[in-house]
């Protein structure tokens, strides 16, 4: 059974930086991308950014809104991505999905699973 | 950036019927479209890519169709279980994008 399993969300101040984890079980870790998906409160869903899988060399790609402050890494013989999030406001307070993401031509990647989420709530 | 525009941003339906929802995309997403159902208080669930494939487990009753800017969703006999919100989503280009969300009533 495929599992993703979001962590490291949490209260954190303006300014701060934090880490979340997205621990993978069930499939091959490394022939899939990993996609961060954002929910604000009571908002729509936001895409955050992606890490290719290794056949297509583990690039990444951000949204503007992240962009500079955000950075992806894998470690896939463990099984888990992370997001680094720097320079956090309270724009970034939301829901933080990691998906796995699965790509059948061209490396474009649409998400067949979804871990529950790590709540990030930025906030002085 | 590609828009995604989703309508109506809100039905109310009875069980049985036919419920279709709309997506528009700004330009072309050549087809590389999903859609996504999001059940209260749930994580997002997969349910048709490429515009118009079922994901593996989704029953039947769900279909997509469209191609080029314009892609519906069309839910063939609404059941009590598909109270939720749908999202469609370009990943043609990045930075993907996801429409505003259908909240389906029943």
């Known amino acids: 059974e495929v599992q993703l399993v979001e962590s490291g969300g949490g209260l954190v101040q303006p300014g701060r930086s934090l880490r979340l984890s997205c621990t993978a079980s069930?499939?091959?870790?490394?022939?899939?991308?990993v996609t961060w998906v954002r929910q604000a409160p009571g908002k729509g869903l936001e895409w955050v950014g992606l890490i290719r899988n290794r056949i297509f060399g583990e690039t990444t790609e951000f949204a503007a809104s992240v962009k500079g402050r955000f950075t992806m890494s894998r470690d896939n013989s463990r099984g888990i991505a992370y997001l680094e999030m720097n320079s956090l406001n309270t724009e970034d307070t939301a829901l933080y999905y990691c998906?796995?993401?699965?790509?059948?031509?061209?490396?474009?990647?649409?998400?067949?699973?979804w871990g529950q989420g790590t709540l990030v709530t930025v906030s002085s | 950036d590609i828009q995604m525009t989703q309508s109506p941003s809100t039905l109310s339906a009875s069980v049985g019927d036919r419920v279709t929802i709309t997506c528009r995309a700004s330009q072309s997403t050549n087809n590389w479209l999903a859609w996504y159902q999001q059940e209260p208080g749930k994580a997002p669930k997969l349910l048709i890519y490429?515009?118009?494939i079922l994901e593996t487990g989704v029953p039947s009753r769900f279909s997509g169709s469209g191609s080029g800017t314009e892609f519906t969703l069309t839910i063939s006999s609404l059941q009590p279980e598909d109270l939720a919100t749908y999202y469609c989503?370009?990943?043609?280009?990045?930075?993907?994008?996801f429409g505003q969300g259908t909240k389906v009533d029943i």
């Open positions: 490429e515009a118009s």
């Open positions: 998906t796995r993401s699965r790509t059948l031509v061209g490396a474009k990647y649409y998400f067949d699973n």
């Open positions: 989503q370009q990943y043609y280009q990045y930075p993907e994008t």
């Open positions: 069930g499939f091959t870790f490394g022939d899939y991308g």
